[in-house]
C-alpha cells in the first residue's frame, strides 16, 4: 500500500505542476522541470534534512520514469482538463494526502519524535508546491488564507492517535490519507479559512 500511495502523490503532484506550467504557457521543457520540481521538491528538502543522502529520487529511477508519464498524459490530455483550476485543485489535494504519509513514514523510519515526525510530513507534502509556485510567480498556497499546511498537521496528529491502537499499516496509511483528502474538500467547499493578520 505505502509504494502505491508513494506511485500515486507522485503521480499527482507531477500532474498539478505541469497543470499549472500550462497555464502560465510554457514550453515543454519548461513544463517539465515544474512538474518535476513540484514531484520532488518536497522530498528532497526532508532528506537532505534528515541526511539521506543522495536524495530518494537519485536512488530510485522508478521517480523519473513516473514524473516523465505524468508529464506525457497531462500533455496529451490537457484539452480534457476542460475545468484546469479543478484538475489542478484535485491533484494538489491527493498529493498533499499522500507525501504527507510518505514523510510521517520516513521520520518514524529514522527514529525521529513524533512532533518532528509531523513537520517532516508537513514539509514533504507542501514544499513541492512552494516552489512550484515560486517558479511560476504565484504566493505560495501555503502563504495564503487557503487552509493547506495545517491539514498535514492535523492529518499527522491523527496518525500517531491510530497509531498507538495497533491498526494495520494499509488501514492507517488510507484513514490518515482520506482525512487529509476530505478536510481539505469540505475547506474548499465551506471556504474555511485562516485569519489573516494586518499591522495596522
Sequence with gaps: MFQILDIIGTMAFAMSGALTAMNK???????????????VGGGTLRDVLIGRT?????????????????FVLAVIFRKKFDKLRTSLFL??????????????EKGINTGLHPVICIALGTMTACFGGVIRDILCTEI?????????????????????????LNLDNDILY??????????????VKFRWYLPTLENK
Design 25 to 39: 504557457k510554457m514550453d515543454p521543457f519548461g513544463v517539465f522541470i515544474i512538474a518535476f520540481v513540484t514531484a
Design 54 to 70: 543522495p536524495v530518494g529520487w537519485m536512488l530510485d529511477l522508478k521517480y523519473v520514469y513516473v514524473i516523465g508519464i505524468s
Design 91 to 104: 491533484f494538489d489535494t491527493i498529493g498533499l494526502g499522500v507525501f504527507t504519509l510518505i514523510g510521517l
Design 140 to 164: 505560495p498556497v501555503i502563504f495564503r488564507r487557503e487552509i493547506y499546511a495545517t491539514i498535514c498537521i492535523l492529518g499527522g496528529t491523527v496518525f500517531f492517535l491510530l497509531r498507538k
Design 174 to 187: 488510507l484513514t490518515t490519507s482520506l482525512v487529509i483528502i476530505s478536510v481539505r474538500l469540505m475547506a
